[in-house]
């Protein structure tokens, strides 16, 4: 289907939400993991609206490997902020300890 048609019907209740399809064919802790981190996106994204910029690399992808490499990331999740700070794992205070610095810095150069 078409993205307008899977939003669509996940808005009307007529399936699965198209981010929740094919998620039970994988195994119980990786589908926990899934919904955290969509949890942990969804609230930066709520909290700093247009202040951040939210980018998702897939470390299988050659753009996102060499983001990896590029930024010593071996665990994941791994979050970047501002090419500077690297935060590893699920707690999200520090991460937006980061996050509101960069934010601050910016609003300060402005």
């Known amino acids: 289907m078409c993205t307008s048609c899977e939003v669509m019907m996940s808005q009307a209740s007529l ?3 198209p981010q929740e399809r094919g998620l039970e064919e994988y195994p119980p802790e990786w589908q926990e993991d899934f919904r955290k981190f969509s949890s942990i996106l969804i609230n930066l994204s709520d909290r700093y609206a247009s202040h951040i910029l939210i980018h998702i690399w897939d470390p299988r992808s050659m753009q996102g490997m ?6 010593g990331v071996r ?3 791994t979050f970047v902020v501002d090419g500077q700070h690297k935060y590893i794992g699920w707690d999200t205070v520090q991460l937006e300890q980061y996050i509101q610095s960069a934010v601050d810095n910016s609003n300060s150069a402005i």
């Open 15 to 17: 399936g699965q939400a």
């Open 66 to 71: 060499w983001k990896s490499i590029r930024h």
């Open 75 to 77: 665990r994941y999740p």
